[in-house]
């Protein structure tokens, strides 16, 4: 069983920035996909960003600009950060994992912006 486990969630207020992290079970590959989705009520789930060991491979247009996703092998984490951080943001994020042609998810973290 692949267990992802999210830490960084919480409220920020409008302008602010945030950090997530997902840490995977045992050691991260090159060949791994990563990254962030979030989902806001009322809305599908969408992709956030994506990275492999080649680099960013998908970014929403939403956040361009105001995202950074890194792979942090020695800590077997993905980190996001997130800076300018605006109300249509608020979300509960899922960390994701693409490892030998399967697809795990975390249970999700609760990003809210608010003053």
């Known amino acids: 069983q692949v267990q992802l486990v999210e830490s960084g969630g919480g409220s920020v207020q409008p302008g602010g920035s945030l950090s997530l992290s997902c840490t995977a079970p045992g050691s991260i590959f090159t060949t791994d996909l990563l990254g962030w989705y979030r989902q806001a009520p009322g809305k599908q789930r969408e992709l956030v960003a994506t990275?492999?060991?080649?680099?960013?491979?998908n970014q929403a247009g939403s956040v361009q600009g105001r995202l950074a996703i890194s792979i942090d092998y020695a800590r077997s984490t993905v980190n996001l950060q997130m800076f300018n951080l605006k109300p249509e943001d608020a979300a509960v994020y899922y960390c994701?994992?693409?490892?030998?042609?399967?697809?795990?998810w975390g249970r999700g973290t609760q990003v809210t912006v608010s003053s």
């Open positions: 994701y994992l693409n490892r030998f042609q399967r697809e795990y």
């Open positions: 990275i492999s060991g080649e680099g960013v491979t």
